[in-house]
């Protein structure tokens, strides 16, 4: 047999191997026969057993379907595998109330004040603050300036009178007043002028905040009494 026509010979049976120097494979097999597409990996005959497993494994790879992932799917996968942090949480609850009237002292999807959607947005994300604006800004020792500002903060003013939560550079979500409703506002230089401070909501903060709540509200221990001998 002619070295082209054993090159073809090999070539049809799928084998594959090194054309010799300065001989093309494609050129020898030219004028065969067309052969049906490839659907497997092959092996030399005199080593493949039909049934192996290592051809069962072949045909299953080739079979399989081909799965196409979006880029929501990407992004949900990671998010499913990589807990939201608190305020993320928070954020999303408090910008899915937008629309809720102001209510005084509400804090229930029927209406919020100010510091009552505060309460109920970090409670969303496993953080419960105190109830009032007042209290909030106390229970954190660590305070954010303007300049800081980070979605998830709360923001303070008029005198602790008003907080809201930055929702992204220059905004906030909060329920303003009554006849309002809950929204995104851009911090205006009269926010700006307002402006009392700032916090980073924590679960540590809030148990300092407890802890320190309990210790003012125990009675005083009972004094002791002179006795005269």
Same mark, same amino acid.
Request: with cysteine; net charge positive.
């Given at each position: ?107 229930? *999807? =029927? %209406? ?8 109920? #947005?970090? /409670? ?5 603050? +105190? ?71 924590? *679960? =540590? %903060? ?8 309990? #210790?003012? /509200? ?5 004094? +002791? ?5």
């Amino acid at each position: 047999m002619s070295r082209f026509a054993m090159l073809a010979a090999v070539a049809t049976a799928g084998i594959a191997v090194a054309a010799p120097a300065g001989v093309s494979l494609a050129s020898s097999t030219r004028h065969s026969a067309p052969q049906p597409p490839v659907t497997g990996t092959f092996q030399n005959s005199s080593s493949s057993i039909p049934g192996s497993s290592q051809e069962e494994t072949a045909t299953a790879r080739l079979t399989s379907p081909i799965v196409t992932l979006t880029g929501a799917d990407v992004a949900a996968a990671r998010e499913k595998k990589t807990p939201l942090p608190a305020w993320k949480k928070a954020l999303r609850y408090a910008l899915d109330k937008r629309g809720t009237p102001y209510v005084w002292g509400g804090a229930s *999807r =029927k %209406g919020y004040d100010c510091s009552g959607l505060m309460l109920r #947005a970090y /409670q969303h994300a496993g953080i419960q603050l +105190p109830r009032t604006a007042a209290q909030q800004y106390n229970a954190f020792s660590r305070k954010i300036s303007w300049k800081n500002l980070k979605p998830g903060d709360l923001v303070f003013f008029h005198g602790l009178g008003h907080v809201g939560m930055i929702s992204k550079r220059g905004y906030m979500v909060h329920s303003p007043r009554t006849g309002d409703v809950v929204k995104v506002e851009k911090l205006s230089s009269w926010r700006r002028a307002s402006f009392v401070g700032a916090v980073r909501p924590d *679960r =540590k %903060g809030v148990k300092a905040w407890a802890a320190r709540k309990a #210790a003012s /509200q125990a009675p005083a221990p009972a004094m +002791p009494t002179a006795t005269i001998l």
